[in-house]
């Protein structure tokens, strides 16, 4: 149980562009999802916070008109990096909090695969 | 949000127990303590969670000391494949607004 998945694993994109990445819970509801962005040998860096039915928390110096988030249903968060450019490319990393996890008062968080992107 | 610290890498060999220490001083009485292991071009996996004196699990255990400004993350006996990036991160589920800060992590090598 407890399953986060991404689509696409991997993406490749010509500058200018808008690439948009899911993540779902496959076996559990999640109020609450994370996007992370991670470069090269370096730490995740927590881009924003995503809520079910209401707008995204996003962390200070992350753009919001550039990386759209939507949180539409219990199991789906997509984000959408647009007007892609080369210093984007990254490894994007989602999180998902376990409901039941929630009201145990305990952290049940499931990390997702993660998708790399390349902006040429 | 209480900040770790933990060293930035770790050298072991197959088959030895490694211990990794992680300090955070200033953690919150709410505050739960979760390890999270990471291979290159993968999302991290959980590894253990804890709040006070010891946790053990099928991959792990984890000892906090009473005053829990600290913890260590104990790997029995590891292999190559242990060879990855650990993360000790301190929150709790019932603060308002809570979110996930990674700090940056220790690298262990498990060399043959």
């Known amino acids: 149980g407890a399953v986060v998945s991404q689509h696409p694993s991997r993406v490749i994109c010509k500058s200018g562009t808008s690439v948009k990445i899911e993540c779902r819970s496959l076996d559990f509801q999640a109020t609450t999802m994370f996007w992370y962005r991670q470069f090269p040998k370096q730490s995740l860096m927590l881009m924003a916070t995503s809520n079910e039915g209401s707008k995204a928390t996003y962390e200070q110096g992350v753009e919001k008109d550039k990386f759209l988030i939507n949180h539409a249903s219990l199991t789906l968060s997509t984000l959408t990096v647009t007007s892609a450019h080369p210093e984007d490319s990254s490894f994007y990393i989602c999180?998902?909090?376990?409901?039941?996890?929630?009201?145990?008062?305990?952290?049940?968080?499931?990390f997702g695969p993660g998708t790399r992107l390349t902006v040429l | 949000l209480a900040k770790t610290t933990q060293p930035i890498s770790m050298d072991s060999y197959e088959g030895q127990e490694v211990n990794i220490t992680c300090s955070h001083n200033?953690?919150?009485?709410?505050?739960?303590i979760t390890w999270y292991q990471q291979f290159p071009s993968q999302g991290p996996r959980f590894i253990i969670q804890g709040y006070k004196t010891k946790v053990t699990n099928e991959v792990a255990s984890l000892f906090i000391p009473a005053d829990r400004k600290s913890s260590t993350l104990s790997l029995p006996r590891v292999s190559l494949s242990d060879t990855a990036v650990y993360y000790c991160l301190v929150g709790s589920p019932n603060t308002g607004g809570f979110k996930t800060i990674f700090g940056a992590g220790t690298r262990l090598f498990v060399k043959a």
């Open positions: 200033n953690i919150a009485t709410n505050d739960y």
């Open positions: 999180s998902a909090r376990d409901l039941e996890g929630d009201t145990r008062g305990r952290d049940a968080q499931y």
